[in-house]
Every structure is written in C-alpha cells, then in structure tokens.
C-alpha cells in the first residue's frame, strides 16, 4: 500500500528554521529558569578575599605539614560562614 503524493506536506525551509528558532528558544528559556531557581536556593559559598582572608591563609600556607594547613583552611572557611550574632531588640510597649 502506497501513500498518495498528497498525504505528505512538504515543509518550506522558513517553517523549519521558525521551528527550530522557536525550540531553542524554548529550551534556553527553561535551562535559564532551572538555573535562576538553583541559584536562589543554594547557600552562598564564597568568600570574599579581604586582606583579613588574605593573612589568615598566608598563616595557613606556612604550616608544615599539608594536614595542618588543609585543618588550618578549614578552621578559617568555619570563622567567617559562622553567623554573626546581632543583638535583638524587642519592641516595648
């Protein structure tokens, strides 16, 4: 069984490029989305190189012994991702 001639559409060269046009753009738009809502929900984890980070990693670089150092780093990351305590001030009536 044969199709006929006309069962087939044959599509011009602007539909096709309109088509894939439309799917990247689609697809760019979702991938955008996605990474914007896992940016938002992630934690911010880096440090901003202050002279202060500066010196306290130098200190760390001149320990001997490469455990020391990675310990040393960690210490340093644990100091500054603390929470800063900010005094509360409740509302008096």
Do not use: H, Y
């Not at 309109?18 to 990247?24: K, Q, R, T």
């Not at 991702?81 to 005094?87: K, L, T």
């Amino acid at each position: 069984m044969t199709p006929e001639p006309s069962a087939f559409r044959i599509v011009g060269r602007g539909e096709r490029v309109a088509c894939a046009v439309a799917g990247l753009t689609s697809t760019a738009a979702i991938f955008g989305a996605l990474v914007l809502c896992f940016n938002a929900a992630s934690p911010d984890t880096w440090l901003l190189l202050t002279p202060e980070l500066t010196a306290s990693l130098a200190r760390c670089d001149s320990q001997r012994s490469r455990s020391a150092q990675t310990q040393c780093k960690k210490r340093v990351v644990a100091e500054r991702q603390a929470p800063n305590p900010r005094p509360v001030q409740l509302a008096e009536q």
